[in-house]
């Protein structure tokens, strides 16, 4: 692996990354309410993903799949992906027109680092549904989409 040195740690490039991260993702992750895959296997960039959550329980999200759509520019990881949930949802940290994930109410996209991965957002957002100002929300009709 071709690596590079950035403030005295080696560096897996880009499309490295990417890899391995869709390995993982194929594999599947933890409990299996948390997944995600490329959408074009023919993007030779690897910048269009989808994630899925399954909604945690006791909360007004359990059980409900909610789908994402994360995109990584050319200079992921070093900076965070765009998230956008398809599925319609009621938090905190989306907007509400567009369910793009707002960075500077999201604190993983705020405070990103190069380690932290797409695996890690899809787990941290489905943390954020079970939180007190948006386990009991009151959501969109299930199967709405933007």
């Known amino acids: 692996i071709d690596t590079y040195c950035h403030k005295n740690i080696s560096v897996v490039p880009r499309n490295f990354r990417l890899l391995e991260e869709l390995e993982r993702g194929e594999k599947g992750i933890g409990d299996g309410t948390v997944s995600y ?3 074009d296997a023919d993007d030779i960039y690897m ?7 399954i909604g945690p329980h006791n909360t007004v999200h359990e059980g409900r799949i909610y789908q994402l ?3 990584c520019d050319k200079d992921y990881p070093d900076r965070p992906p765009t998230v956008r949930f398809h599925s319609r949802i009621n938090m ?10 707002d960075q500077r109410k999201f604190s993983l996209l705020s405070n990103w680092r190069r380690e932290y991965t797409m695996e890690n957002i899809l787990i941290q957002l489905k943390k954020e549904m079970a939180t007190s100002h948006n386990r009991k929300l009151v959501q969109p009709p299930e ?3 933007y």
Do not use: H, P, Q, Y
């Open 47 to 53: 910048r269009s993903w989808t994630g899925t959550i």
């Open 143 to 145: 199967g709405t989409f």
């Open 37 to 39: 895959g490329m959408d």
């Open 69 to 71: 759509k994360l995109f």
């Open 92 to 101: 905190t940290c989306v907007n509400a027109e567009t369910g793009l994930v």
